[in-house]
């Protein structure tokens, strides 16, 4: 069965500086993998997301990710934050060869921009 | 406009009561679900459908049911037998429900019990 870990439960930055969220899956097959974001009260938006090919993935609102296989790692970056960016963010794998996508969520990391 | 609403956006609940949440999708989906979010614990999966007439249990099916008998709604009851039920309910959608498909999410229901 697969998991994720989102390393860090809370990141506090100030505005226009770079951020990094961790995260680290396990998994004995290969991966599908995932970064939601979400809003206060609200659901969660797609950011961005690796299916195969290139390795570094570019999403929406400047922010981009990287699969390192030999890390099991797919951490978010962005190089310079705004106050807007402050949300939660979730890390989440679908492990191939499941028989319906079955998506597996990390705990969260909430972002917090100060200005 | 494309998109999956849920109804209402609040809803408190007497111990003891059943209580049904609403979620629609005119995506043209076919498979749906529903999550449960806990602070600090993300988000885990209650029940799935990936077609019409057919639903699987999640991870913490216990004390819910669902159905899905039309392809844009699968409603989801939340029973006197959930004995933590105070929690955000996410519904989501996907096109064909195998993977890797995205799931796009509704808003949420934020069900509170008094």
């Known amino acids: 069965a697969q998991s994720v870990t989102q390393l860090d439960s809370q990141v506090p930055v100030f505005e226009e500086a770079p951020v990094e969220l961790r995260c680290n899956y396990s998994?004995?097959?290969?991966?599908?993998l995932f970064w939601y974001v979400q809003y206060p009260n609200q659901g969660l938006q797609l950011l961005l997301k690796?299916?195969?090919?290139?390795?570094l993935v570019k999403g929406i609102n400047g922010f981009e990710a990287e699969f390192n296989k030999s890390q099991t790692s797919f951490h978010l970056r962005k190089p310079s934050v705004h106050i807007s960016d402050t949300a939660e963010y979730f890390c989440a794998v679908i492990a191939g060869g499941t028989s319906y996508g079955k998506l597996t969520f990390g705990q969260g990391t909430i972002l917090t921009v100060h200005p | 406009d494309g998109g999956i609403t849920q109804s209402p956006k609040y809803l408190f609940r007497k111990e003891g009561q059943n209580v049904t949440l609403s979620c629609e999708q005119n995506l043209n989906h076919d498979a749906m679900y529903w999550y449960r979010q806990d602070p600090g614990q993300g988000l885990r999966l209650i029940y799935y459908?990936?077609?019409?007439?057919?639903?699987q249990k999640g991870d913490i099916a216990e004390g819910y049911s669902v159905s899905r008998e039309k392809k844009e709604s699968f409603p989801l009851t939340v029973t006197s037998a959930q004995k933590n039920p105070t929690a955000f309910y996410l519904c989501a959608s996907s096109s064909r429900g195998g993977f890797p498909d995205t799931q796009y999410f509704g808003p949420g229901t934020r069900l509170t019990v008094l």
């Open positions: 459908s990936q077609i019409v007439n057919d639903f």
């Open positions: 690796y299916l195969s090919g290139s390795t």
């Open positions: 998994s004995s097959v290969s991966v599908y």
